[in-house]
């Protein structure tokens, strides 16, 4: 892809996942729970009510990872902190280098980025993955985000 190409590509990418969102936000009402928790093991999502009733069920894909305070990303398939079986799960992302003739894409290291290229390869991961849309995820303990690519979602019947 020449620079021009990628730039329409990363805006209808941006475009494509906004629009997600707002679906899941008006069908699920995502975004808008007491509380959440991931299970890295199951690769699942849960949202919960203020009542601490269980909503929501989805079912994931791990991206990659944003530190706000270092404006760093480390992609999901070559995170040591993230499960084998879920590394191996988001490995087609790296697909993406070829795609897009950008390396980026495969870089195993922890890259500079700022929060909205974060985004930006959310949104291309997102579509690469026909996801349903894009959760961040955001950790208690540190300044670090977890991006999730939604691949299925259900409501819970209490």
Do not use: C
Not at 24 to 41: F, I, K, P, V
Not at 111 to 127: F, H, K, Q, T
Not at 129 to 135: R, S, W
């Amino acid at each position: 892809m020449t620079e021009r190409e990628f730039d329409r590509f990363v805006q209808s990418a941006m475009a494509e996942l906004s629009q997600k969102q707002d679906l899941l936000t008006a069908q699920y009402r995502l975004g808008h729970y007491a509380r959440w928790e991931l299970d890295q093991e199951t690769e699942t999502l849960e949202f919960y009510d203020a009542a601490g009733r269980k909503a929501l069920r989805a079912e994931v894909t791990h991206i990659g990872s944003y530190a706000a305070n270092s404006g760093t990303w480390k992609w999901a398939w070559s995170n040591d902190g993230v499960l084998p079986h879920v590394r191996k799960k988001a490995e087609p992302l790296r697909q993406l280098a070829a795609v897009t003739g950008l390396h980026v894409f495969a870089e195993q290291a922890t890259m500079s980025v700022d929060e909205n290229m974060a985004w930006e390869l959310a949104a291309i991961s997102a579509r690469h993955l026909d996801a349903l849309g894009v959760y961040r995820a955001p950790s208690s303990s540190r300044p670090l985000d977890t991006f999730l690519a939604i691949t299925e979602i259900q409501r819970v019947v209490s």
